[in-house]
């Protein structure tokens, strides 16, 4: 990853790209990895007291509301269930079953899991944030279907917008395709464009969106761009495939759903794989840092 900083750093040199307030910045190659949008970015200290604040609500609350059943909402409810197993969880998801991403039978053992550590899962319904009302200290939310839930405080783990609004007031603006993403070719070059790449959550690639295979685009677009910039042949040119349907999510401190290209497991096995520390010793191993 630090070749690859370098390479971006250097990158940017002698041509224009024009932005959309008409200021240009000048590039050989161009690299857009701008993945999902965060509209209030934060400082470290800021983030940390963030989650220390979210961690003493979630302390403090007897009934949690969680508001999306995707890969965040699922792990957020595992967790809270296992550490605090005398709370009342309840997760409420738009869509027809959880973790929509990964196939129906993951999707299946999750929900399992879940309600039998008493976490009330309601699919298929959505929560009106504007009409909550208070009932003796606790709030009630509504839900489409017309249901209501007490709950003490609430996380909204729904997903974040795409990172590509930026790109409509630009060159690229006819490279998005219809949902905002910038398609791209087996090189990971924004198509019919020959010097800009682009990487992670951005791109069009038929996959599922997590940061190990972000980390895999990294590697592709590295290698491409210090074989053209030292003149290189574009035959030569490395290409991504995309991944299989590979994910791991996290249900409580040991155990986690993995759905693999052939199988789907559930338990203690798939946990001891991402459960025990989420991956964070090895991406800090990646960043050349001690694993704690």
């Given at each position: 990853m630090a070749v690859l900083l370098h390479l971006l750093q250097l990158a940017l040199l002698k041509q224009k790209y024009l932005t959309a307030d008409d200021r240009s910045i000048p590039y050989d190659y161009l690299v857009i990895a701008t993945g999902?949008?965060?509209?209030?970015?934060?400082?470290?200290?800021?983030?940390?007291?963030?989650?220390?604040?979210?961690?003493?609500?979630?302390?403090?609350?007897?009934?949690?509301?969680?508001?999306?059943?995707?890969?965040?909402?699922?792990?957020l409810a595992g967790e809270i269930s296992f550490d605090f197993p005398e709370k009342h969880v309840t997760l409420v998801h738009s869509g027809s079953r959880l973790l929509e991403f990964i196939g129906p039978k993951a999707s299946a053992k999750t929900l399992q899991w879940l309600t039998s550590k008493r976490v009330e899962v309601k699919l298929e319904q959505r929560v009106d944030l504007n009409s909550i009302t208070d009932s003796n200290g606790s709030k009630i939310y509504h839900t489409t279907a017309g249901e209501s839930i007490k709950a003490d405080c609430h996380f909204i783990c729904t997903g974040k917008?795409?990172?590509?609004?930026?790109?409509?007031?630009?060159?690229?603006?006819?490279?998005?395709?219809?949902?905002?993403r910038l398609m791209v070719d087996e090189y990971l070059r924004v198509k019919g464009r020959k010097n800009i790449f682009a990487i992670g959550d951005i791109t069009d690639v038929p996959e599922i969106k997590q940061g190990y295979l972000a980390q895999?685009?990294?590697?592709?677009?590295?290698?491409?761009?210090?074989?053209?910039?030292?003149?290189?042949?574009?035959?030569?040119?490395?290409?991504?495939?995309?991944?299989?349907?590979?994910a791991i999510v996290s249900l409580g401190r040991r155990d986690a759903v993995a759905q693999f290209p052939y199988t789907t497991l559930i338990g203690i096995f798939p946990g001891m794989i991402k459960s025990r520390d989420l991956f964070v010793g090895k991406t800090r191993k990646q960043r050349g840092l001690q694993p704690r």
């Open positions: 999902h949008s965060d509209p209030v970015p934060k400082t470290r200290m800021e983030r940390l007291k963030e989650y220390q604040a979210e961690n003493e609500k979630i302390k403090s609350a007897q009934y949690v509301l969680i508001v999306g059943g995707g890969p965040t909402g699922v792990e917008p795409l990172g590509s609004e930026w790109l409509k007031g630009t060159i690229l603006k006819n490279n998005l395709d219809g949902q905002g895999k685009h990294a590697l592709v677009a590295a290698e491409n761009l210090k074989l053209l910039m030292a003149g290189g042949k574009e035959r030569k040119m490395s290409t991504y495939k995309p991944g299989s349907s590979t």
